[in-house]
């Protein structure tokens, strides 16, 4: 197995018996945290009548759906989304890194729909727990026993004075998260940059967000390119961080700001983008000591991120306290059902939960929720916790990553001991976000991971 990144093919260091257990790496990473949730083998489906409906048909609504439909016989299960199109999001980053086609992270959502679900290709207008019904776009009301919601999250690019989507890929401006035809269009501009140098502006938004390590992963590429093109002796990278950290969790902050440092990239704190001028190159940040304008050859805008309006003006949202401002779900962090509608659950990116947004983190959600849903059914208590467990194989060079995994107690979950070091730049973590995730993914999208 090559990559353009180990010209002669395997890592020597690797051995063949490493290998071999990093095979199935993928799947332990995404698959083990779930079995205090799983059912005994070969246990009975529970017959029920019960009417569920799941809000979302992305990773979280499509794996639930999987889940709900191979432990329940007779439940009439509506998952509900207008998108056809099924986005891997774990890959944008690396369709942005030109590491991947733009083909590599779209596929579609029918193919994933398990047999038995109703697929209705609309989308949930109006949350109406007190009625136990959703609404959708075309006014169809739909009555439910049990909701899941998964609807993901709103990116709110237009929150950012002057952004305009339609200008990625233009004149120094990427943006990753706006889909895969943004990712391809950040590459382009991005590889543009690469090959003449300049001023990099990469950084976070200082609300919630998915994958807060895709940020700081796309620095250290664009750096890493630079190097590779020459160019990296006439360019300056700064890094905007929202706060005065670079990871929410202590360990992971520290050895990113010192991999920051001996890399060269600047870190300006307490900066929060409000504004950007795509003909002047400007953008601007809200600081403690007022607004400062930054000019740039190349920026990797990252949105603010929150739930979607259908939530935010619902009340399923956080009346009070710091996930209220952006309207995510008001959930119990250790079962994932809904604090005052004990027959709601909320999955995914929509749950208002101190950790919890990648897609591994669904693998370990999910279960838990439905272990409960299925218990209630059964007039039965779940015991299954969701103990906040996040990962994120952090890229840090062209053909190296560090496996980042921890919990709601900011503690590291090493999947590997002995095997992966945490914190440690390996090429098999590489291997691992590069090669072995996806399949495993697309496995956990069909209940089998």
């Known amino acids: 197995m090559k990559t353009p990144f180990s010209p002669g093919g395997l890592d020597p260091t690797v051995d063949r018996r490493t290998l071999f257990r990093l095979s199935g790496a993928g799947a332990m ?48 299960i509506t998952l509900i ?23 590599y992270v779209v596929s579609t959502t029918a193919q994933y729909v398990p047999a038995g679900v109703t697929l209705v290709e609309e989308q949930v207008a ?42 990625i890929g233009k004149n120094g401006l990427g943006s990753i998260y706006a889909g895969p035809a943004a990712a391809e269009a950040t590459w382009k501009e991005m590889t543009r940059f690469s090959e003449r140098g300049g001023v990099g502006l990469f950084g976070r938004p200082a609300t919630e967000m998915k994958c807060a390590g895709a940020p700081l992963k796309y620095t250290f590429i664009t750096d890493d390119y630079l190097r590779r093109h020459g160019t990296r002796g006439k360019s300056e ?30 870190v300006a704190y307490d900066h ?15 600081t403690p000591n007022g607004p400062v304008e930054i000019g740039y ?21 956080w009346q009070e306290g710091v996930w209220s401002g952006d309207g995510w779900m008001e959930v119990s962090k250790d079962s994932l059902r809904h604090v005052r509608y004990p027959n709601v659950f909320g999955v995914g990116d929509i749950a208002g939960v101190p950790k919890g947004k990648t897609a591994a983190s669904v693998k370990w959600q999910v279960p838990v929720a439905v272990d409960h849903l299925v218990a209630s059914i059964e007039g039965r208590v779940a015991t299954s916790v969701y103990n906040g467990y996040t990962s994120c194989p952090l890229i840090t060079q062209l053909g ?5 995994e921890f919990d709601y107690d900011n503690n590291l979950t090493p999947s590997f001991p002995g095997v992966i070091a945490p914190l440690e730049e390996l090429w098999v973590t590489w291997v691992m976000k590069t090669i072995a995730l996806k399949p495993t993914y697309l496995a956990m999208l069909r209940g089998n991971a």
């Open 297 to 317: 050859d190349f920026v990797n805008v990252v949105p603010p991120m929150r739930a979607p309006a259908a939530v935010r003006n619902s009340p399923l949202r």
């Open 237 to 266: 990278l700064i890094y905007a961080a929202q706060n005065k950290t670079l990871f929410s969790v202590p360990i992971v902050s520290e050895k990113v700001r010192m991999l920051f440092r001996d890399r060269g990239v600047k």
């Open 126 to 167: 109006e949350f109406d727990p007190d009625a136990n019904a959703v609404v959708t776009d075309t006014g169809k009301r739909i009555a439910y026993d049990y909701l899941i919601v998964a609807t993901g999250l709103h990116l709110d690019y237009a929150s950012i004075d002057g952004m305009d989507t339609a200008l």
């Open 81 to 103: 989304d207008r998108r056809k199109e099924h986005f891997y999001q774990p890959g944008f980053t690396l369709v942005a890194g030109g590491l991947k086609p733009h083909g």
């Open 272 to 286: 929060v983008m409000t504004a950007i001028d795509p003909g002047r190159k400007v953008a601007t940040y809200a």
């Open 400 to 404: 190296r990553a560090m496996l980042v």
């Open 29 to 76: 990473l995404m698959a083990a945290p779930a079995l205090a949730a799983e059912p005994a083998p070969n246990a009975p489906k529970v017959k029920t009548g019960a009417r569920i409906v799941i809000a979302g048909a992305g990773a979280a609504g499509l794996t639930a759906a999987s889940r709900l439909a191979a432990r329940l016989d007779g439940a009439t």
